[in-house]
């Protein structure tokens, strides 16, 4: 039974599957809370939250397992793949591809349920992150480009979900900039996130052909583009509170938290060191929960 749950949790990536459940969730919270600022609903419902949770697990996991299908020969050839149960021999292709369609029906069914646009949103995200950026991921640096517009999608997804109908009355043009900048902010953030990633795994990466540094090399342009795509994220996350919607509470916390990005970023175009790379990788997983959290706090303290 370990093993059985061990091999879910990497055929799904159970880690990468939970981020991105959480920043759905925490969008969805704070369309929500919107609504109930104008007096549209009484209070968050809360059993839609867990549809969302659900749903947006389930579409996720399966957009993984479909990946790892299309990779498993590639998985075998990289030490932090190779243990993955379809590579190592564990479950065959097809009952990968049978829990990932069934994954992939019943997490679409369940957003569907929230309204039409998440489902539909949701098959859109699955068709682009297995079939678009994942044979990408060998042919060219735009791979990067492609699969950051799926990973950008679940704070929209979330954002949409908390309506009933985009058509409805409650649905007001504020929550088409909401959502949009929601978007664009987790968008630009996956750039130096992907790169910083590629970075420290270009060797492994290699054995597999997977072509995800802007250069497809650790060299100067790459780090400089780190660096911009990380500038770039600085005013990008201060849009919330350009537009009303986020407060200077959300502003220090984007500029604090983008400088420190910045700088890490900046150290490594000057020293183009590995252990540079890491500490922007690791940057990355704090900054985007944490502008997130901040934005939702915010919500909750109006």
Not at 164 to 187: N, P, R, T, V, W
Not at 225 to 249: A, E, K, N, Q, R
Request: net charge positive; hydrophobic share 50%.
């Amino acid at each position: 039974m370990k093993q059985v749950i061990s091999d879910f949790s990497k055929l799904v990536k159970f880690r990468l599957s939970f981020t991105v459940v959480f920043s759905a969730s925490i969008s969805f919270l704070i369309g929500q809370k919107m609504q109930v600022g104008r007096g549209n609903i009484p209070s968050i419902d809360w059993g839609n939250w867990l549809i969302l949770i659900a749903g947006g697990f389930l579409v996720t996991a399966s957009a993984n397992c479909f990946n790892e299908i299309i990779e498993k020969d590639l998985d075998k050839l990289m030490t932090r793949t190779k243990d993955r149960p379809m590579p190592a021999g564990r479950m065959t292709t097809g009952q990968g591809l049978i829990l990932g369609v069934f994954m992939a029906f019943l997490g679409t069914w369940l957003l569907g349920k929230l309204n039409l646009e998440t489902g539909l949103l949701s098959v859109f995200s699955i068709l682009l992150y297995a079939f678009a950026y994942t044979p990408l991921k060998r042919k060219s640096p735009i791979a990067v480009f492609v699969g950051a517009i799926p990973g950008a999608l679940p704070p929209l997804i979330g954002y949409l979900a908390a309506f009933g109908s985009l058509k409805a009355e409650m649905f007001h043009e504020i929550d088409y900039y909401i959502a949009g900048i929601l978007f664009l902010i987790q968008f630009v953030w996956q750039f130096p996130h992907f790169w910083a990633i590629a970075w420290v795994l270009d060797d492994d990466y290699k054995k597999a052909g997977f072509r995800l540094l802007p250069t497809k090399k650790r060299d100067k342009t790459t780090a400089l583009l780190t660096f911009l795509s990380t500038l770039v994220l600085i005013p990008v996350s201060l849009m919330p509170t350009f537009y009303g919607f986020g407060g200077y509470y959300i502003a220090g916390l984007s500029i604090i938290g983008g400088l420190i990005f910045s700088w890490l970023a900046l150290k490594l175009l000057l020293n183009r060191e590995l252990v540079d790379a890491k500490r922007v990788m690791f940057c990355s997983f704090f900054y985007i929960p944490a502008v997130q959290l901040g934005l939702l706090l915010n919500f909750i303290a109006k």
